[in-house]
């Protein structure tokens, strides 16, 4: 398959690229700072390239040849600048929304290529009908739990709002959440899907690794299961 992949080497999107040429697949990889990433590649059926993707037509351009294009954007470059990552999602949480409309508008002009958006867990059903993203009082503990400064419950609710967009369209989209806890660490390969609720452990934790992750996005290119449809994973 061809495969292009955007925030190609974002934390996810990097795994996403590697996961991708290790079965085989062509892959088309959208970054910043492409030139950087084509002269330091040693890795064979992969392109680099830079994308606008706020701007419909930038990406419109860049689809021919695609049969997915998975997009990991994320506004400046989490796996470098974590915190730079932080304050441009809380001072314009928009952004993900703006993304999401933009992406629908590109694929007007290929409506076979697939798009899976790689959102976040906030929107994801905690039990049936209850969203952490609506509300502060169940976001702000999982904030806590994790680190992160309970001003970015402003970004968490600008993924919920862009899978809003995505289910207002009748392209081939699917949008993936992640487990409420992911981190780099082994790829198993082994792991639960779930649809619009969280997939918790034993222990009532809801996690898994970035490796992991990819293995889903790619398993999902190959053979889709959740198109027009959001999907999580979790051990």
Same mark, same amino acid.
């Given at each position: 398959m061809h495969i292009g992949v955007i925030g190609a080497t974002g934390t996810i999107g990097g795994r996403v690229v590697s996961e991708a040429l290790d079965r085989g697949h062509h892959v088309k990889a959208f970054s910043r700072d492409a &030139?950087? =990433?084509?002269?330091? %590649?040693?890795? %064979?059926?992969?392109?680099?390239?830079?994308?606008?993707?706020?701007? @419909? %037509?930038?990406?419109? =351009?860049?689809? @021919? &040849?695609?049969?997915?294009?998975i997009s990991g954007f994320q506004p400046g470059n989490a796996a470098k600048d974590f915190a730079d990552t932080l304050r441009r999602s809380v001072a314009d949480p928009t952004v993900y929304a703006t993304a999401a409309r933009a992406l629908l508008k590109a694929l007007e002009t290929r409506p076979r290529t697939r798009l899976i958006v790689i959102g976040g867990a906030g929107s994801l059903e905690v039990e049936p009908g209850v969203v952490r993203a609506d509300s502060d009082e169940l976001l702000n503990p999982g904030l806590d739990r994790l680190g992160l400064p309970r001003e970015y419950a402003a970004a968490v609710r600008g993924h919920r709002d862009a899978l809003t967009v995505l289910r207002t369209s009748n392209r081939l989209w699917t949008y993936?959440? @992640?487990a409420e806890e992911i981190a780099p660490g082994e790829r198993t390969?082994?792991?639960?899907?779930?649809?619009?609720q969280v997939v918790q452990d034993a222990d009532g934790r809801s996690r898994i690794s970035v490796e992991d992750a990819a293995v889903a996005l790619i398993d999902e290119a190959e053979l889709p299961r959740f198109v027009q449809r959001r999907f999580t994973i979790g051990y």
């Open positions: &030139g950087q =990433a084509q002269r330091e %590649e040693r890795r %064979e059926n992969i392109t680099w390239t830079s994308v606008d993707v706020l701007d @419909p %037509e930038s990406i419109a =351009a860049a689809l @021919p &040849g695609l049969d997915v294009l993936f959440s @992640p390969g082994r792991f639960r899907i779930g649809g619009d």
